[in-house]
């Protein structure tokens, strides 16, 4: 099935210099900010439970060990701050199933950091800086805009994401030009597919342009592993950056209690049996971790991959890395 | 039944949607980080022709459309149908006009056209990309005149109307490129 040019990279060497000038500028960030460069397994025995987040699955059938490659290094790195390593980050090859497209490659590079101490906002404020340094001389960026998801929902389509039904998002989506969305219907179960395809599909790419764009408090039903803030509704200490309505960081105020973060690997792996997924070995050496005391601390994940994207003004994600999964 | 999971598409796969063989002109995958992901997918429908948008949550399954592509010799019509043959096997089937369609003025006896069979009926003939063709009807050639500036209609003995140079008379045979029309060169008989 291989085209005679398949040996070839599928970024060229001007893109490659650029990703090593990004890696030396985001290293000289975190260095002057006393934020330790760490690193931790890509293979582990446990795995994230995320109902949307598929692990690769590796068995050595010598030693007769089983194990995942990593999807982001979040539970081996909140492991370390409970450990007491104070604020870190890590570049790091992350590895996810059925991820393929023009922003998607199953293998890619993520940059991760913890602020011990930090919120949300806090944290935000810092990949802002980040985000600016590392695309400094490629792209002019104006002032930053932040929106609460509630807000931008309420604007850009004129619902209020906590009080919707099932069936106003359907028709919502009928209005946009998604007339069926085939898989999707009615059920409760499906609200926060609706939402995000809204978001995905209607809400970024009609994002301000050319400046940072950061949506923070989403739904509770989307914490993942962000802490729940109690109030009128209760919203996920979450946010996520996009810049030209592309998808670049996810961050969290991080939950600390153990008891609920195994309730929320339970709810997953339920979740996952009823849609007939694969059920996940639960992370315990993280649950003990929280059960001895994680720190205050918010931590964001960021793909630097997309980054070069947008520094390079890259189409694909093919044309940033040297081999494409399809040349690897 | 075949099927086809979401993960499995890609351009040129044949499907069946409303009842309809469909072949998959664009795959487009979108997921955010955190959360589902869809398929936005470009549709041609095989039976109409018309090109429509679908969006499927990913990791649907859809049922696989019976659909082959055969090259296959145009050998004559009557008035039912357009026959085709099957070089190796000799085999036979008729195309009725709906499947023809606009490839009806390209085509001549003998030609290789790509017959698309569903469920081992005709439901579309695509032309080889070239046809040589007669011309039956034009206004008189201007000898001499090959700069190529200008052009004039032409009528071929399939009923194709085409844009030929100045140069060319009634009897001569062209080339024509079936994809969008255009003379593309004399042929000497």
Known sequence: ?328 | MASYSTNEFRSGLKLMLDGDPCSIIENEFVKPGKGQAFNRVKIRNLISGRVLEKTFKSGESVEAADVMDMEMQYLYNDSDAWYFMDPDTFEQVGADEKAVGETLKWLKEQDICTVTLWNGVPIAVTPPNHVILEVVETDPGVRGDTSGGGGKPATCDTGAVVRVPLFIDIGEMIKVDTRNGEYVARVKN
């Open chain 1, 1 to 328: 099935m291989s085209e005679t040019s398949d040996w070839q990279p599928s970024a060229s060497f001007e893109v490659m210099q650029q990703r090593a000038r990004m890696l030396e500028k985001l290293r000289a960030f975190f260095s002057a900010r006393k934020v330790l460069e760490v690193e931790t397994p890509i293979f582990s025995h446990a795995a994230t439970t995320d109902l949307h987040i598929d692990s690769f699955q590796l068995n050595d059938p010598d030693m007769k060990w089983q194990g995942y490659l990593h999807t982001s290094p979040e539970f081996a790195m909140k492991r370390l701050l409970a450990a007491g390593s104070g604020s870190i980050y890590q570049v790091s090859k992350v590895f996810r199933r059925a991820e393929q497209g023009a922003r998607h490659n199953p293998e890619f590079t993520l940059l991760e950091w913890y602020r011990v101490g930090f919120d949300h906002h806090q944290l935000m404020q810092e990949v802002d800086e980040l985000v600016r340094t590392l695309l400094n001389k490629n792209v002019e960026l104006a002032e930053t805009q932040v929106f609460s998801y509630q807000t931008i929902f309420e604007q850009q389509l004129g619902i209020n994401p906590h009080t919707v039904t099932v069936e106003e998002l359907n028709a919502c989506a009928k209005q946009h030009g998604y007339p069926e969305v085939i898989g999707l219907g009615n059920n409760e179960s499906d609200k926060d597919s609706w939402l995000e395809l809204l978001m995905s599909q209607v809400i970024e790419p009609a994002l301000p342009k050319n400046c940072p764009v950061f949506i923070y408090d989403f739904p509770a039903s989307q914490a993942s592993l962000a802490r729940i803030r109690d109030g009128e509704f209760p919203v996920a200490e979450r946010f996520e950056l996009y810049i030209n309505g592309m998808e670049l960081a996810n961050g969290f105020h991080e939950l600390t209690d153990s008891n609920e973060q195994l309730q929320r690997f339970e709810k997953d792996n339920q979740q996952r049996q009823q849609q007939g997924k694969q059920q996940v070995v639960m992370d315990d050496n993280l649950l003990m971790a929280l059960d001895e005391g994680l720190p205050d601390c918010a931590g964001v994940a960021l793909g630097l991959d997309r980054l070069l994207m947008l520094a390079t003004g890259a189409e694909r994600i093919d044309d940033v890395l040297s081999f494409s999964f399809a040349r690897a």
